[in-house]
């Protein structure tokens, strides 16, 4: 079984990232880093992951929680920068 360290390695992903993810999908952080890094080798998957992202800051924005969605954006921003795809 692969450990987060193994996946955040491989995939190019950050922990603050992942964490997300794994908000999204409520699942483990070591699942959402699996799941991140296959969907994260395909444009396709890049942009599902961007989404699970986007989806994170407006339901933090939604609940007035401003600090997570600012929190939230800021990641959102960094991995579509990292990560460039037809956004």
Not at 36 to 56: K, S
Not at 59 to 72: F, N, S, V
Request: aromatic residues 4%.
């Amino acid at each position: 079984m692969l450990s987060i360290r193994d996946c955040l390695d491989y995939c190019d992903l950050t922990e603050e990232e992942i964490e997300l993810i794994a908000e999204h999908e409520d699942i483990p952080d070591v699942a959402a880093a699996q799941l991140a890094c296959g969907l994260v080798q395909t444009p396709e998957g890049v942009l599902i992951l961007t989404h699970y992202m986007q989806e994170l800051v407006e339901r933090a924005a939604r609940r007035g929680d401003i600090d997570k969605a600012e929190r939230a954006r800021g990641l959102c921003a960094r991995f579509m920068a990292d990560h460039p795809s037809r956004h």
